[in-house]
C-alpha cells in the first residue's frame, strides 16, 4: 500500500463526485461491512475449494482406472474445472477486497491507495473465472444429459463415452469459454493511467471505447442464454433420472417380495417350484431391463444432486446478469455501484460453493481418508 506525499487527502471535489455513486441503493456504510465480509468470506470459501478439489484429483488417481472410463475421466476434468475456478475465485477475492479498501479510504478523505488499481487485477480475475465456471457448466450439462439418454435408451447409449472422447469434449468446452472472452480481452488492458482521487500515476484498467458495446454482445449472444438453457435442460434431467431411481427401487424391492414368496412356497413340489422359478426370472429380466443396476443408481444420484446444486447455485449469477442487461445504471461507475459490487460478491460466493462440494459417491468418499492419512496406500 502506498502514501501519496503530495496529495495528502483525496481531492474534495472527487470525493464529491462519488457521493451520489456511494449513497446508490445500497447505503456506504452498510456496503462496506457486507462487502469486506463477502469478500472474505469467498477468500475461506476458494481455500476450502483449493483442497478439496485437490483431493479430489489425487483420490481419482490413487482409485485407478480414470483414463480408461470416460465417466470417470469426465467428472476428473470437472474437478480440473472446478479448481481453477477456486484459484481464481480467490484472486478475485482479494482484488474485491482491496478495491473496497481503497472506497473506504476515499470516503474517510486517506492518502492510501494500493501500486495498482484492484479493479484492473479483479477484472481479468472475473474474466477467468467465467472461462472456468462456462466450462463448468458445459460439463455438468453434458454429464446430465448422457445419464439421461443411458436411462432412455441404455442399449443405444450405455458405454458410449469412451475416455478420447471425454478428454476432446472437455478441450471443446474450455476453447469455446476461452472463445467466448477473447472479444472482452482484446478490448481491455493494464495501462499507467491517472487516478484524479489521490493525483497520481499507477497501473489501470484501459478499455477501448467500444468495449460496452463488446460486453453487450457477449452477454446477449453467451451470458444469458447459456444459464438459462442449462438450468432448464438440468431440470428436465432430474425429472427424468429422479424417476428412474423411482422405478428403479420399486422393480427391486417387487423382485425381494416375490423371492421371499417363492421361498416360502418351496415345499408345493418341484414342478410347481420349477414354474414360480420361471415366472421369477422372467420378473428378474423386466425388472433389469426397466431398472437400474446399482452402480448406475448411485451415478444417478450422484448426478441429481450436483444437478440440483448448481441450478440453486447459479440463480444468483442469472439474476445479477439480468440486472445488468435492463438496468444501464447496474455497473461500476454509475448510481447502484455498490449494489453491483455486493451481488457480484454473492454470485460469486454462490458459484464457488458450488465448485467445493465434490465429494462423487460414497466409494469415493471412503478413498479419501486412506489416501490423506496413509500417503495414498489403500486400507
Given at each position: ?6 496529495q495528502t487527502?483525496p481531492r474534495?471535489?472527487e ?9 446508490g ?30 483431493l ?6 490413487a ?12 467428472f ?26 481503497e ?6 478523505q ?56 471425454a478428454g476432446?469434449?472437455?478441450a471443446?468446452?474450455l ?5 467466448t472472452?477473447?472479444?472482452i480481452?482484446s478490448?481491455?488492458g ?19 471505447p467500444n ?16 444459464p438459462i ?5 438440468l431440470t ?13 427401487t420399486q ?20 414342478s410347481?417350484l ?9 420378473k428378474?429380466g ?18 441429481v444432486?450436483?444437478?440440483l446444486?448448481f441450478?440453486v ?22 448510481r ?7 451481488s457480484?460478491q454473492i454470485?460469486?460466493?454462490a ?5 467445493t ?13 486412506p489416501?490423506?492419512v ?6
Amino acid at each position: 500500500m502506498a502514501y501519496n506525499e503530495n496529495q495528502t487527502t483525496p481531492r474534495s471535489t472527487e470525493v464529491g463526485q462519488l457521493q451520489p455513486v456511494l449513497a446508490g441503493l445500497l447505503p456506504f456504510g452498510t456496503f462496506i461491512v457486507m462487502a469486506q465480509s463477502a469478500a472474505c468470506a469467498n477468500c475461506l470459501v476458494s481455500l476450502f475449494g483449493i483442497a478439496t478439489n485437490t483431493l479430489n484429483l489425487k483420490t481419482f488417481v490413487a482409485m485407478g482406472g480414470v483414463f480408461t472410463d470416460g465417466v470417470a475421466l469426465t467428472f476428473f476434468t470437472l474437478s480440473i474445472s472446478d479448481l481453477g475456478f477456486c484459484v481464481w475465485s480467490l484472486c478475485w477475492s482479494g482484488s474485491s477486497l482491496c478495491f473496497v479498501l481503497e472506497k473506504r479510504f476515499v470516503a474517510s478523505q486517506l492518502p492510501y491507495y494500493f501500486p495498482v488499481d484492484p479493479r484492473a487485477m479483479g477484472f481479468y480475475s472475473y474474466i477467468m473465472m467465467v472461462i472456468f465456471g462456462t466450462t463448468t457448466t458445459l460439463i455438468t450439462v453434458y454429464l446430465a444429459v448422457m445419464r439421461c439418454l443411458c436411462v432412455v435408451h441404455p442399449l443405444a447409449f450405455r458405454g458410449s463415452l469412451s475416455p478420447r472422447k471425454a478428454g476432446v469434449l472437455f478441450a471443446l468446452f474450455l476453447a469455446f469459454s476461452v472463445a467466448t472472452r477473447i472479444p472482452i480481452i482484446s478490448s481491455i488492458g493494464i495501462r499507467a493511467t491517472f487516478d484524479l482521487r489521490w493525483n497520481v500515476t499507477r497501473p489501470g484498467l484501459w478499455s477501448q471505447p467500444n468495449k460496452e458495446q463488446v460486453k453487450d454482445g457477449i452477454r446477449s449472444g453467451v451470458d444469458v442464454p447459456l444459464p438459462i438453457v442449462a438450468e432448464v435442460i438440468l431440470t428436465v434431467c432430474i425429472i427424468v433420472m429422479t424417476n428412474a431411481l423411482r422405478a428403479s427401487t420399486q422393480f427391486r424391492n417387487q423382485s425381494t417380495t416375490s423371492s421371499i414368496q417363492t421361498s416360502g412356497q418351496a415345499h408345493t413340489g418341484h414342478s410347481e417350484l420349477t414354474r414360480q422359478e420361471d415366472d421369477q426370472s422372467s420378473k428378474n429380466g423386466r425388472a433389469k431391463s426397466k431398472g437400474l443396476s446399482p452402480k448406475d443408481a448411485r451415478v444417478v444420484k450422484q448426478l441429481v444432486i450436483l444437478s440440483l446444486l448448481f441450478i440453486v447455485c447459479n440463480i444468483p449469477k442469472l439474476a445479477r446478469t439480468l440486472a445488468d442487461a435492463l438496468e444501464p445504471e447496474f455497473m461500476l461507475g454509475r448510481r447502484y455501484e455498490n449494489f453491483y459490487e455486493m451481488s457480484n460478491q454473492i454470485h460469486v460466493l454462490a458459484e464457488t460453493f458450488n465448485s467445493t462440494l465434490n465429494f462423487f459417491n460414497t466409494k469415493f468418499r471412503l478413498q479419501i481418508i486412506p489416501h490423506k492419512v496413509c500417503g495414498g496406500q489403500r486400507v
